[in-house]
């Protein structure tokens, strides 16, 4: 697809479709600051100073209620707005990827529902996730702080509220990212071919699962094995372009920084802006190129492996050739009579 011809375009044009699809997903992170309790109102300037910053704040706070929830409005906006962006362009590859002809235009007409049920989807598996993590690390947490625990002395105390909390975390991000896999590899199959629900979707994928979990398993196994080859090689490309670019790069810091000099402050603001306008292109469109063989080799891997145990996507993936037409019946000449 990439190589058999190539073509500039179609490398940037699978890029900026993996890019959405991928780069625009996000996560939600919600870091909660803890701030030390106790009566300990004795603290020099320093407690002082906490006092009057607390009091600036809840009165900075209450004074911007409505200009605080205007940003937070447009912040969750802008974030729903990627989460939608990135489930259209995942479908976007799909179907690149499955017909070896990148096209934006067909993608977004084609999967325009099944990519919405994604959508759906993915808010909840969020919005699960959050809570299951608010769970794991909050409830121990809790009980540690109202046992006196955390704020006690003792250190193997502390260790052995923190060590199960990390290793929930850890088993529950393992749990996460192979049912996220699972929904982006084969679930989205299911949905694009055959307009299934989310339920249907996921009994279909079960079932296919139970009858052969240790394929699945070796599957999700040389992914990683293969994801980490692919970020090791990727690495070594980028650093190698970096090394390339870095002396015109130089070049064009140095030039600038003497025309700055020569033609004044406003010249060197102005020159500073398109040059970082211009390194942050370039490192855009190297980004896009990098990632077009990765994007489109491993979608190729999770069709390939899933074709031949889903058979409507195996039939497009590798179509029947049309039967033979039978010729039609020879019918004999007339028989020959001779001229009177």
Known sequence: MLFRPFRFNTWLKIGFIAWLAGGASGSFN?????????GGGDSGGIGD?????SQFLRTWVHEHVPLIVLIAAVVIALILGLIYLSCRFRFILFDSVLHRDAQIGRGWARYGGPAQRYFGLLISFMLISGLAIALIVGLPLWRAY???????????????????????????VIVAV?????????????????DMTIGG????????????PWAYAGYLGMKLV?????????????????????????????????LAKAAGL??????????????????????????APIAVFFTS??????????????????PQPPSPVAPPPLVPPPPFTAPA
Do not use: C, Q
Request: aromatic share 10%; net charge neutral.
């Open 30 to 38: 919600l870091n909660v600051p803890s701030f030390p309790g106790g």
């Open 49 to 53: 100073a906490g006092k009057d910053m």
């Open 146 to 172: 109202k046992s006196g625990v955390l704020a006690s002395d003792n250190p193997l105390a502390i260790l052995g509220v923190m060590v199960p909390v990390i290793l929930g975390v850890f088993v529950f």
């Open 178 to 194: 192979i049912i996220a896999n699972l929904a982006n590899d084969f679930g989205v199959p299911l949905l694009a071919l055959d």
């Open 201 to 212: 979707a996921w009994h279909a994928l079960r079932k296919m699962i139970a009858a052969e």
């Open 226 to 258: 293969l994801s980490i080859a692919a970020g090791v090689i990727m690495a070594f490309v980028g650093l190698f372009i970096f090394l390339i670019l870095l002396i015109p790069g130089l070049i064009a810091v140095f030039v600038g920084v003497a």
């Open 266 to 291: 406003m010249v060197g603001i102005a020159l500073a802006v398109v040059g970082g306008l211009v390194a942050l292109a370039i490192a855009l469109v190297i980004g896009m190129l990098l990632s």
């Open 301 to 318: 891997y999770s069709l390939h492996f899933y074709g031949g145990r889903y058979p409507t996507l195996g039939a497009v993936l590798w």
